[in-house]
């Protein structure tokens, strides 16, 4: 049995602790939160379970095993840190940490502890993500061309970090876990309007082989959405995580390209045919991320979305911060 | 009676004939183009208009007041060149020339001539941007924060420019058209994939009073999208042309700033309402044009989508190809 | 503080649970189910209240003042009965009752006793019925010319009732709030195809001044639809009840009719206009229904939604069947 | 080469007349309507091809081989009578007469002087309706449980018909073109409220085998929609007629009955699935038709969709008209 620790019950602190309580193996002994009327919601939400005011408290409490920190993001590498000092396992909520410092301080004690350090990108565990790499590791697209996703909506600002920070860690968690390569270079541009946090940008991600990305996120947006498209030399994929039913659709769409012998050219063809959109699994990808984590800790397994998988995704919104704050400037990864 | 000879008779230049055969006050007295087949269809449609297979012939033709030229963007200047030194009016495709210089050039032999040159922009005659340009004009949506527009399909590759040129003058010729400032600098990023030319492109331009607006332009998308979304104080707009009969949607949706006395920190708080669907005129934009044209020929008043107009958005995809090909470095306009 | 004993623990059952647990004023103190692991289920979340295999036991306990009937239909009618004659107000899943007989027994019981009786309507107490029926009320779509409900999807069967059973008394009951009048006569069609319940149909209710309403039920259909289009001399209104944010589209359009002077014949001319999309209050309509029952009891004051309003979608039902055995018959209500 | 006269040049006699005069093999030799205005934008629009206001003298020139008579309804009888009996072939706007008697004439006549009678349901020589045909009789959907017809918009109100007999033809032709068996029997419901005639309607066809049909159709509805749904054992198909690429869907959801032993009760358990949208080829229906149509009329060979075809929708709109008028009885066919 595994003993969990949850440190934040803000917006997604209850999630945790709802599916940690229904996992078999799984047990919360304590919830912590500094705000005294979240503390009163774990009290009627989650009669009997301890909750404190104090962090300190929870990560040495001697039958915790494990310390899920679920705070904002410049508190991360703090409460992790202590956690790991403690000789807990660490879940962490995205982004990993406010900088690759932090980041990599994280990694090496808990790689000297000997401890499992998971970072929370929930979205590789749902249906659609679990599905798109499956069609990419197959080769359903061929070779890759780009990836552009969009996610906007009127948001909550988040008023220590901006839009980039908060959306993007969503779409750079994803890009890597899907793409074979890493991303050489960024160009990130935005503008701030409210609270002196950029509140919407626009990121480009080169990769080699002429593979390109781009990220629009924004808080400004009247209508939400959350749409990926992924172009691939034999195939094209659409991902409308808003649908209900059709998230994915995969396209027999696509160009050939042919050399005119004696022209000099290039001929481009278009090739059109059905739309299929496989059945994505129904279920909650959290859920089985925690599972995941108690497995990987069980096991003395390394997870895949580990310390190395936050750093990366940390290393890449610095420098989209920095490419921002140069209007543009190619930044290297 | 208005006389038109019109040059070019591929995609576009068909719906110029049907619309100016059309119109009260015009007549084409003379169509032309370089390939055979296209001289086929034109007889065949058009009995007695007369053909010809030499431009020159045409601009020089005494009968000619006006020439459309609507042909390759390469081709554009010497076609509009002729047609000015002949004393023709000219109408020409977008976008206007290959680059500034011949832009300008053009400008100063129209006016050197008293003659009027039109820049064919279809889309602000529609009754979509004539609608938006009226709410903006009305201070509907308060001041602007950003401009974001999304122009991909699996579209026909040109072969002569990269995706920006092809599609990119649109969203351009309508931004200058609605927003009353100019772009003060651009980044643009892309990459090419088939045929050495960009298929895919991301313009970010950088406008004063932190206004910015961002363009994504894809010739490899599986869906096509045409969605404009405009950012403002008061409400948000949503363009999709796509949609057959709510184009336009309002937001009463926002966000207000408030000042906290003493917390040195900025509150946003949201707003949430109703939304508006106003009724489009239903209308060819390409006939309310030539009509537009026709009539400022007739009282010798400059169209607002006059040469100069056309040289702004050369400017910028100049700009835009510029800061392309050194990976979205910052390129003032 | 009103002391709730809850009948039925299967799909419905636990959010009446959950909602009136988390209502002030409100109690559960018993919940009763006959399944033994739905009563595991009611442990492992209910901690602490009293679990019942026998409504016997529930229905007689001194401590329960409400008794909430959440379970299959063709049980209600023992069920509440035994309930009433505990002297226990009820609160009763829709349909009310298998049959018209048992509606009128029920009510004249609960009015014997002096006893309130509310019918489940949920629908009634959602943001997007309260809108509509304010519009209604304010006059906005003037003399109303149909009202027509689309609800199909590939639904769990009923094993106990036919289709028109199973999602008509939503449609039924909306319709009876809504619209001022009663329906005269029905017409109803349909066809069983797996379980020798009619698994699809088609309702035709006529109504004074000729108001017609149109319902199509279907459990085979492999998309989800819940689209309600009511027409009116003045506007139009459609209600997507699976749109997120825009529930409610009003329609300028309409028609108009002239009578032509000495062609004794009319023109029909048309209108088109705006769209206008209220905002709707998101709020779970099942807690405010719950609260509203509370209110009603403790000010002994008969709910709008009581068993008179049950009974008369009872009576529609049956109307429904009677006219589908007899293939389209039709039956006055 | 096929000389063909063209009666009535209204709404859609001009895409009757394009397409022919597009045809290899067929020439319009005639145009005629009694309407001056109409007679006008027949002479702009087709300079050189006679006009005639008296059809009598078009059914009677020599040169002419065929009639297309594209007028209303109440009129098509005449029209066809004369020109078949002026032996020539006859292609008839849908629906084919007026009532059933007037069809049988016209067949027999057709039969005797051996001409060709094509009734116009242009619907079934589109992209769509071709693959559905084609993937119902490969058996992909299985034994046919439904097929759920919605046609309702702001229409063109008819002012010599209802609703039923504007609409419903198409769905009828689709209908008995697609389904192997004829509808039994059918009841209609419906309400006028402008001009006399129903405006909105409800048509539900019994077919063997507990097939059902059923059809919406609505000149007062403010949104368009041309959705039909059709269920069957193994697979199940939503065509959305308005939508630009993706008009079918085919859906792996299904039901599975089984017999559950000793229990005498049926289990219905739900299949999910992929979705699948194949590519429909995108042609001009009419023109298909037109040329099908000149090939049936070379080649002595009876077109699918002649006058039988025609007959059994008018002795459908009839049994409807019928049913209507008696509020919902069912009247065999």
């Not at 000297?112 to 929930?122: A, E, F, I, N, P």
Request: include cysteine; glycine fraction near 6%.
């Amino acid at each position: 049995m595994l003993k969990f620790g949850v440190i934040g019950y803000g917006y997604w602190g209850p999630n945790i602790v709802r599916n940690l309580r229904s996992l078999d193996g799984c047990q919360v002994v304590g919830i912590c939160d500094q705000n005294p009327s979240a503390r009163k919601r774990i009290e009627a939400a989650h009669l009997g379970i301890p909750v404190y005011s104090d962090y300190k408290e929870l990560v040495s409490a001697p039958d915790v095993d494990v310390v899920a920190v679920i705070t904002p993001v410049w508190t991360h590498f703090d409460l992790a840190k202590a956690a790991l000092e403690n000789g807990k396992h660490v879940f962490v909520e995205k982004p990993f940490t406010s900088n690759v410092a932090q980041a990599e301080q994280l990694i090496n004690l808990a790689e000297q502890k000997d401890l499992q350090l998971m970072v929370d990108h929930t979205f590789l565990f749902t249906g659609a993500v679990r599905k798109i790499r499956q069609l990419l590791n197959e080769g359903t697209l061929g070779k890759l061309y780009y990836y552009d996703s969009t996610r906007v909506n009127l948001g909550l600002f988040q008023h220590d970090c901006n839009v980039i920070w908060d959306l993007a860690p969503h779409d750079l968690s994803i890009m890597n876990h899907l793409l074979e390569k890493d991303a050489e270079a960024i160009v990130a541009t935005g503008q701030n309007h409210l609270n002196g946090h950029e509140d919407i940008a626009f990121i480009t991600a080169y990769f080699p082989d002429n593979m390109i990305a781009h990220i629009n996120v924004n808080w400004l947006s009247p209508v939400k959405v959350r749409t990926t498209l992924i172009g691939g030399e034999k195939k094209m994929l659409v991902w409308n995580d808003l649908e209900a039913d059709e998230k994915l659709k995969i396209y027999d769409k696509g160009v050939d390209v042919k050399n005119q012998e004696g022209l000099y050219n290039l001929l481009v063809s278009y090739r059109s045919g059905d739309m299929w959109s496989p059945q994505v699994e129904q279920v909650e990808g959290l859920r089985l991320e925690l599972e995941y984590f108690a497995e990987c800790i069980n096991k003395k397994q390394t997870p895949f979305n580990d310390g190395h998988a936050g750093l990366k995704v940390v290393r890449m919104l610095e420098a989209a911060n920095e490419s921002l704050a140069k209007r543009g400037a190619l930044v290297y990864v």
